[in-house]
């Protein structure tokens, strides 16, 4: 059966080798059936350049590369530093922060999805801020241990603003979600970010539409699989 597989939110880090077990059993048994991989953003918990030698990230990047078939990637909010060289070292391609897909019949939008939750207006306001070209050149010019430790110290500050959230501010706004597919001319979007599993149908100036959104591996592994007949969303266990 020809399909397509969608993950996202993974957060890889040496503190949970189950779900690193877990992600290397899926690449090797269910990724290898499927005409393509994307992965939509925090496959890692963090990245503070390609030049780190977390081991961890050696791993991985050969169990993609030894993948027979395609694997694309769009940056997340923990990874959005993950850069050519890594791309090349795991031979993922690249891909921009919004992707259009045309599969099976199906016009489709990915991303990431923290770009929809424009509710939150600091972590807009940070968003920008890091997305700096200049100020990234210039974090990735520092000493890998600074940056360990400037990353430590945000991933904190997260945390504890995160606490101060209400779950309604952190989910996807209504109207950016219209805009987008509006704007890419889809009804049809597949995201992550959120930690939200679910498929939203709803109506688009007037025609039906779908929104999935992929859950985070923390206990259980979650994809999406689009093919002929439309998208499903499937958990199963590590």
């Not at 945000?154 to 501010?169: C, F, P, V």
Request: aromatic share 8%; with cysteine; net charge neutral.
């Amino acid at each position: 059966m020809s399909r397509t597989l969608f993950i996202a939110d993974l957060h890889l880090c040496q503190e949970e080798p189950a779900i690193t077990a877990g992600f290397l059993r899926f690449l090797a048994r269910e990724a290898p059936r499927c005409d393509a991989l994307y992965i939509l953003g925090d496959l890692f918990e963090a990245w503070i350049g390609d030049d780190d030698p977390n081991p961890l990230h050696q791993r991985v990047a050969d169990a993609l590369r030894a993948l027979p078939v395609p694997v694309y990637f769009i940056h997340g909010n923990r990874d959005f530093l993950l850069g050519k060289a890594y791309g090349r070292a795991s031979g993922m391609t690249l891909l921009p922060e919004e992707q259009v897909l045309t599969c099976y019949g199906h016009r489709v939008l990915i991303l990431h999805g923290d770009t929809l939750c424009t509710d939150d207006a600091g972590y807009q306001r940070f968003r920008a801020k890091v997305h700096q070209r200049w100020l990234q050149r210039l974090f990735l010019a520092l000493p890998l241990f600074i940056r360990q430790r400037i990353a430590a110290r945000m991933r904190d500050g997260s945390k504890q603003a995160n606490q101060h959230k209400s779950l309604t501010i952190m989910d996807v706004n209504a109207d950016a979600v219209e805009a987008a597919m509006l704007r890419q001319q889809t009804r049809l979007m597949i995201h992550g970010h959120t930690h939200r599993p679910a498929i939203h149908r709803f109506r688009l100036q007037g025609e039906p539409a779908e929104r999935a959104v992929l859950g985070a591996w923390h206990e259980r592994g979650s994809m999406i699989q689009l093919d002929a007949s439309g998208i499903s969303l499937i958990e199963f266990d590590f």
